[in-house]
């Protein structure tokens, strides 16, 4: 079964300065994977996802994704962090089951932003 | 505007009381799930349908029930709720073609069961 892991609860970052948040996942096959955003008291949002093709994915508010097959990792990005960046984000892979096409989509367990002023 | 709307957005309700959240999409999707969010597990799927009629367990399916009798229509039953069914519970749609659909959610629905 395909899995992703978030290894951290918690980052925290100084505005204007880079973040990194991190994901490691677990597939037999192509990975399929995605980040997403959550704000308080709102659904999550899609950010960015990985799918073939370059390694460096470019999303939504100036969030980037490195995709590193060696190190089984998908990585997000930015390279100066806003106050406004702060919310919970959520790594996720698409596992397809079986040869029916049949598909679920499975999220680690978040990470929590805080960018400090 | 594509949305997946879901409700009641917040609900207190007693043990053993059936309650029944509704997930509505308009963006056609194939492609609908039920996850519930609590701290430190992220986000757990229910159930999740590919199409009209064709539902399945997602990884913890107790005490619910889901149906798909429409395409837009995914509505989430808890037939006699417990409190640990107290949550945060989004539903989410995509569409099927391709490998690599962005999914979407709705805004959540806070349950509390006493």
């Known amino acids: 079964a395909q899995s992703v892991a978030q290894p951290e609860d918690q980052v925290n970052v100084a505005e204007g300065n880079p973040l990194t948040v991190k994901c490691t996942y677990s597939?037999?096959?192509?990975?399929?994977l995605f980040w997403y955003v959550q704000y308080p008291n709102r659904g999550l949002q899609f950010l960015l996802k990985?799918?073939?093709?370059?390694?460096l994915v470019k999303g939504s508010y100036g969030f980037e994704a490195e995709f590193n097959k060696s190190q089984t990792s998908f990585h997000l990005k930015k390279p100066s962090a806003l106050v406004s960046d702060s919310a919970l984000y959520f790594c996720?892979?698409?596992?397809?089951?079986?040869?029916?096409?049949?598909?679920?989509?499975?999220f680690g367990t978040g990470t929590r932003l805080k960018v400090l002023a | 505007e594509a949305q997946v709307t879901q409700n009641p957005r917040y609900l207190i309700t007693v043990t053993g009381k059936k309650l029944t959240v509704t997930c509505s999409q308009n963006?056609?999707?194939?492609?609908m799930s039920w996850y519930r969010q609590d701290p430190g597990l992220g986000l757990r799927q229910i159930y999740y349908?590919?199409?009209?009629?064709?539902?399945d367990k997602g990884d913890v399916p107790e005490g619910y029930k889901v149906s798909r009798k429409e395409k837009r229509n995914f509505p989430l039953i808890l037939e006699s709720p417990s409190p640990n069914q107290t949550s945060l519970y989004f539903c989410?749609?995509?569409?099927?073609?391709?490998?690599?659909?962005?999914?979407?959610f709705g805004e959540g629905s806070w349950l509390t069961v006493v």
């Open positions: 597939v037999s096959g192509n990975p399929y």
């Open positions: 349908s590919m199409n009209v009629e064709v539902t």
């Open positions: 990985y799918i073939t093709g370059d390694n």
């Open positions: 963006m056609n999707h194939e492609y």
């Open positions: 989410a749609s995509s569409s099927k073609q391709g490998p690599g659909n962005t999914i979407y």
């Open positions: 996720a892979v698409r596992d397809v089951l079986g040869t029916s096409g049949t598909y679920k989509y499975i």
